[in-house]
């Protein structure tokens, strides 16, 4: 149980530059998924959390204790591996007990919380296995007990269900969501996978290039995305952008796509923003919706569209169409669209839309 | 595809011949010498100058082995050489182990520190040994076991360090980590998990350096003479008798030849990474 | 986390014990203590050796001559205008060097018979590395046995198979002392080089063979355009280390011809033996083991430098 505060953090490896100034917060208890593209630094800060990597600069500091200078050992944190890393040549047994092994804690109670952890799991059975005999599933929960027998300060996860197959993947995250409500220890959780980083957290730091691009809860970051890095990498299908000049002139803010003019949500702040402004106007694809009612709602436009392309999930149909010359995708209900060519209003939500400015790429 | 299909057939019709004749000769070639070795042992020596050869002795003897073991010394040569040899490699796969861990892990002294000790398998003995026999003759370790002991030890170590270093390069380190973050320090980590996973390269090595030790003569000849000599010095005792001892020559070599070929036999799947001291996967 | 099982968490173990300050010291220069043992010794008996060896090619160290004064190069002169030293050097060199072209040659012909896999191999494979685990010294000795005459069988089986009688004497008589010392020294290293380019054959997809098949390229010309290029690191590397191993040819020297007739046999590892142990010049013997050491050295470099440059697979 404990927070960890990382303050000015970089690491370099020779010239290149892997980590570059992280500033983070995380609270006790909470589930904090570290997730970007491959090479944005996420493994590297959750290595140098665990003490396998060595700062360049900055601190960190877990339980309000800087451990920069501490050994991996000392800091009492556990971590699960992609590879699982079991130590082949123990049996199960051997590997979950073998950090309380080496806290040289008496033999019985090591087989009592060993067994606990083991019934847990639901890997009883398995204990005086070795690890070959395992399938990709178990090594998972094997690796798993190896951190809750110990129950940790933190947890420490390194993308773990990569090497798992789609339909096990699913469910091992639902379990160490479950692990994570029963526990409640401080979780810090490395994906490149937006939908484990969704699903899972409390809070998503969203990396890129060594820097934190953008944190909050999963909602936040998928309903305000700070810029369109964050809103094309949060959602699938991904969100649709299309450039327009913002116009502030008149009684309502719009925004003018070729020959089409989109009124801004009224009440929307447009902070900073100058009349004829180039700027992205950002639509996921539940934000369009076939409209059904006679008049479009408040905040919402509609626009007659001819479906391009469609793409039927079963429940779902996503629909493309050309708004003003650029494609962008729409959710909509199986039954309300059926073949390409159709000719539909769709309505757009324009108070879940969101702007950004085209040169920073950052939100208005 | 019917085209490759006909391709492999084409392929299978032609018998080669040349083949089987050229690996047949390089067989024969091979064999001989040691069939030969071996029919001169047991032969009596009364058929040593007989014409034709006696390509198979009728009256088979061990009276060479006793000979070559006794009379000559072959057996205290045989027990300096398992003495010497067991202990170089035991230290040589110790040292050559820790030294190619720290190397593989830790990158420690970047490339210098391990192109420098792979240079050292390439300085000729020659240019080694003169020196070595002054110093050893100064500091009293000349014609010891331990001399040869620590000479074999240096020699052998950079076979030792260049294999155990490919093969901790070729193993994850992500269970050394999980030993680290679960409580180990950086010895233990390695002693508890590394080594038992490095354990059949480790083996490995130490068979390597054992043959080399067992075969050397170079350094025997000079830093060793009549307490510390191991059994391919023995060998000089048969020069320039012309003929006379062929049988206990024979014996002798065969003998020695047993344990080492034994062993590299049984390592056969390591001998590439050992030959080429780990740059080639085998 | 079976859907029935409670989760709950344990009594934290907290973090190991404290290390003890040697414990602590020893974790933080682990990298260098691993290392150490290593490098002492071979600083001991390597790199000592030779700085002192440095030292005594440069005075007077010899057991028939009293005293160790400073001479300056007069060591090295006398190796240099020594014609036996200088008719060693050519002969390491023209031994040595056929003697692996040979081992190449015949290395890789064996080597492309056992790529594709029949019944036997492995104990073919088996026999064929034997060599590999003899001493030299046997090598020698077992040749011996072979050639010496009167006793050996070889001029008898000559004599049968060309119909005349044949009465070579193999380590007595130029030129056929060389050539049983080439024989001695192919049939030992052969299976070094077979092996390792049996090694690189193999790891070469037979998928290149068979689309080079399919465009009617005959066995030849597949052996030059995929093989060749393919094996081309592999076989530098093997050829480096051998010619690095053959330079120091001394042990079946020793054994078959002790150097003779005279000095015909002397390579530059065995013309320095003699010098130092057999006449006790020992300053002269390290002045022309620096000589030789140079000489490696830049054979070293030489193809050291190619081979990191060619990366072996």
């Given amino acids: 149980m404990a927070e960890v505060r990382i303050t000015g953090l970089h690491k370099r490896y020779g010239a290149f530059h892997a980590v570059r100034g992280i500033d983070l917060d995380i609270r006790d208890g909470e589930f904090t998924v570290l997730v970007g593209p491959s090479g944005c630094g996420k493994s590297t800060l959750l290595r140098t959390i665990a003490g396998l990597e060595e700062s360049s600069e900055g601190t960190i500091e877990i339980g309000g204790e800087v451990v920069n200078d501490f050994r991996p050992r000392d800091r009492d944190v556990a971590m699960v591996f992609q590879d699982y890393a079991l130590y082949p040549h123990m049996s199960v047994a051997k590997n979950i007990g073998f950090g309380l092994k080496a806290r040289k804690m008496p033999k019985p109670e090591v087989e009592a919380r060993v067994a606990e952890a083991a019934r847990m799991l639901g890997i009883t059975p398995l204990l005086g296995r070795f690890p070959r005999q395992l399938s990709g599933g178990q090594r998972q929960r094997v690796a798993i007990g190896r951190a809750i027998v110990r129950n940790p300060r933190i947890f420490l996860f390194d993308e773990p269900l990569s090497n798992l197959d789609a339909q096990l993947r699913d469910e091992m995250r639902g379990e160490i969501k479950r692990l994570h409500q029963a526990i409640a220890t401080t979780m810090i959780y490395v994906t490149h996978d937006q939908i484990e980083a969704m699903t899972l957290a409390d809070r998503i730091v969203l990396m890129r290039d060594g820097v934190i691009e953008q944190q909050g809860t999963p909602l936040d970051l998928f309903e305000r995305p700070g810029s369109t890095f964050v809103a094309g990498f949060l959602g699938s299908p991904r969100m649709s952008f299309l450039p327009g000049t913002l116009t502030l002139g008149g009684s309502a803010a719009a925004i003018r796509l070729a020959d089409v003019l989109l009124p801004v949500a009224p009440g929307r702040k447009l902070n900073g923003a100058t009349d004829g402004q180039k700027v992205l106007l950002g639509l996921r694809p539940e934000h369009l919706t076939r409209a059904h009612a006679a008049r479009p709602a408040q905040g919402t436009f509609r626009y007659d569209a001819t479906i391009d392309l469609l793409q039927p999930t079963g429940s779902r149909s996503y629909a493309t169409f050309r708004l003003a010359g650029a494609p962008v995708m729409a959710e909509l209900q199986a039954h309300d669209v059926s073949r390409p060519g159709e000719r539909l209003p769709i309505d757009i939500n324009m108070n879940r839309a969101s702007i950004f400015d085209v040169k920073t790429e950052r939100a208005i | ?282 | 986390m079976q859907h029935t099982a409670t989760i709950s968490r344990m009594k934290a173990a907290g973090a190991p014990p404290r290390l003890s300050a040697f414990a602590q010291w020893a974790d933080r220069h682990f990298k260098w203590l691993l290392v150490a043992p290593a490098v002492l010794l071979i600083l001991a008996l390597s790199i000592y050796p030779l700085l002192f060896s440095m030292v005594v090619s440069f005075i007077n160290y010899d057991f028939q001559v009293p005293g160790h004064a400073f001479v300056g190069v007069k060591n090295y002169e006398r190796v240099v205008f020594d014609p036996v030293a200088r008719w060693s050097l050519v002969l390491t060199a023209c031994l040595s060097g056929l003697s692996v072209a040979i081992e190449f040659v015949l290395g890789l012909l064996v080597a492309l018979t056992m790529v594709r896999s029949f019944p036997g191999r492995g104990v073919i494979m088996s026999i064929l590395i034997v060599p590999l685990f003899i001493s030299p010294v046997i090598v020698g000795q077992a040749w011996t046995l072979l050639l010496q005459r009167p006793f050996g069988p070889t001029n008898y089986i000559l004599t049968q198979l060309l119909g005349q009688e044949v009465t070579i004497g193999w380590m007595t008589e130029s030129p056929w002392l060389y050539v049983s010392l080439i024989i001695a020294d192919v049939w030992q290293w052969t299976p070094f080089m077979f092996v390792i380019l049996l090694a690189g054959l193999t790891a070469i997809s037979p998928n290149l063979y068979e689309a080079a098949e399919l465009d009617s390229v005959n066995a030849w010309q597949a052996f030059w355009a995929i093989t060749v290029p393919h094996l081309g690191p592999m076989m530098l590397l093997a050829l480096t280390f051998r010619l690095l191993d053959a330079i120091r040819m001394f042990d079946t020297i020793f054994i078959m011809t002790g150097g003779g007739p005279g000095t015909q046999t002397y390579t530059a590892s065995y013309y320095l033996y003699t010098v130092g142990f057999t006449q006790f010049h020992l300053s002269q013997a390290t002045a022309g083991s620096w000589l030789f050491l140079i000489f490696t050295a830049l054979v070293v470099m030489l193809l050291v430098r190619r081979l990191l440059k060619a990366e072996p697979v």
């Fill in chain 2, 1 to 282: 595809m019917p085209v490759v299909a006909r391709a492999r057939r084409r392929k299978r019709r032609s018998v080669p011949i040349g083949r089987i004749l050229l690996l047949g000769f390089f067989l024969v070639f091979v064999l001989w010498p040691l069939y030969w070795m071996f029919n001169t042992s047991i032969k009596p020596s009364d058929d040593y100058l007989t014409v034709p050869p006696v390509w198979f002795p009728t009256a088979p003897t061990l009276v060479h082995y006793k000979a070559a073991l006794f009379a000559y010394r072959g057996l205290d040569g045989l027990i300096n050489s398992l003495i010497i040899s067991l202990s170089a490699t035991v230290l040589s796969a110790l040292f050559g182990t820790l030294m190619a861990y720290s190397l593989a892990r830790y990158n420690t002294g970047g490339q210098h520190l391990s192109f420098w000790v792979l240079s050292q398998r390439f300085l000729p003995p020659i240019g080694i040994v003169l020196p070595v026999f002054l110093i050893y003759r100064g500091v009293g370790l000349y014609d010891t076991h331990i001399g040869l002991i620590i000479a074999y030890t240096v020699f052998t170590l950079p076979v030792s360090v260049w294999m155990m270093f490919a093969y901790f390069r070729g193993m994850p380190k992500s269970m050394e980590e999980a030993a680290l973050v679960d409580g180990c320090t950086r010895w233990e980590a390695f002693w508890r998990v590394a080594v038992p996973l490095a354990a059949p390269g480790i083996v490995a090595a130490a068979v390597f350096a054992f043959i080399a030790c067992w075969t050397e003569f170079f350094f025997a000849l000079i830093l060793t003479s009549r307490t510390a000599f191991t059994l391919p010095t023995v060998f000089r005792a048969f020069i320039g008798f012309q003929g006379a001892q062929y049988g206990e020559a024979a014996a002798l070599a065969i003998v020695s030849l047993v344990p080492s070929i034994a062993l590299g036999v049984l390592a056969q799947r390591h001998l590439v990474r050992g030959l080429t001291l780990g740059a080639v996967r085998g």
